[in-house]
């Protein structure tokens, strides 16, 4: 299967603990996106790769929230002193627009996502 | 601030009818719009996307674009009870942006 995985699935922590996602694109797919969703809610965007380069963050962005894609394959999110608040599904999605240029073109392939679970 | 507005429903309908989905949106500059399933615990698939004025057809779906008013609707014909899913709209591109918005998607129930 070559879509976009993500791991772990699931992951419950404490409150104040740190987690880690990670995010594997598919292959040859230069854009990454982050999004969370809670229930009843459209998925949000959180933050969004160019290859390496994390071109936008959004406002809503704790700096308790750090990404990566440090070679520009797969990517981490990770959330420090997690909060109740930050339960959710976290989704990652790629998108490679190649030979074509501009945001017209730019279809985003979801992952499973990862669904996280503050106590 | 843009906005994607869907009715949550849930709209119910009877299996082989049409199931119409609609989805307003609040910045004129948006150039590109797309319809996303989501069964419940899963992620988003996308199902259609549409660029321009006028009707796009994909087997059962046909999606529609009024760029003048603002809407953006998904028809699903003959209906089944395995299309019973949220229908996420979303939108992207005003300033060039690959940031989409999503509406808070619509729950559609087909009954046999």
């Known amino acids: 299967d070559t879509g976009v995985s993500q791991n772990p699935r699931h992951k419950i922590t404490k409150r104040g603990q740190n987690v880690t996602f990670r995010c594997d694109p598919i292959s040859e797919h230069n854009r990454l996106y982050w999004y969370r969703q809670t229930l009843g809610q459209g998925p949000e965007f959180l933050t969004y790769?160019?290859?390496?380069?994390?071109?936008?963050k959004s406002r809503l962005l704790s700096d308790r929230f750090s990404a990566e894609r440090p070679k520009g394959s797969f990517s981490t999110l990770e959330i420090q002193r997690t909060e109740q608040g930050d339960s959710a599904m976290y989704l990652c999605?790629?998108?490679?627009?190649?030979?074509?240029?501009?945001?017209?073109?730019?279809?985003?392939?979801f992952g499973p996502g990862t669904r996280l679970t503050v106590l | 601030q843009k906005e994607v507005e869907q009715n949550s429903g849930p709209l119910s309908v009877p299996e082989g009818a049409i199931a119409s989905l609609n989805c307003t949106y609040s910045d004129r500059g948006s150039q590109s719009f797309f319809w996303y399933r989501q069964y419940s615990g899963k992620s988003p698939e996308l199902i259609m996307s549409i660029y321009s004025n006028g009707d796009k057809e994909d087997g059962r779906f046909t999606a529609q674009l009024n760029k003048a008013s603002q809407y953006v609707s998904l028809l699903i014909r003959d209906s089944q009870p395995s299309d019973s899913a949220t229908y996420l709209c979303?939108?992207?591109?005003?300033?060039?942006?690959?940031?989409?918005?999503f509406g808070r998607g619509t729950s559609l129930i087909v009954h046999p």
């Open positions: 790769f160019q290859n390496e380069a994390q071109l936008e």
């Open positions: 979303a939108e992207r591109g005003s300033g060039g942006s690959y940031i989409p918005t």
């Open positions: 999605a790629s998108s490679d627009p190649s030979g074509r240029q501009g945001p017209r073109w730019d279809t985003q392939y």
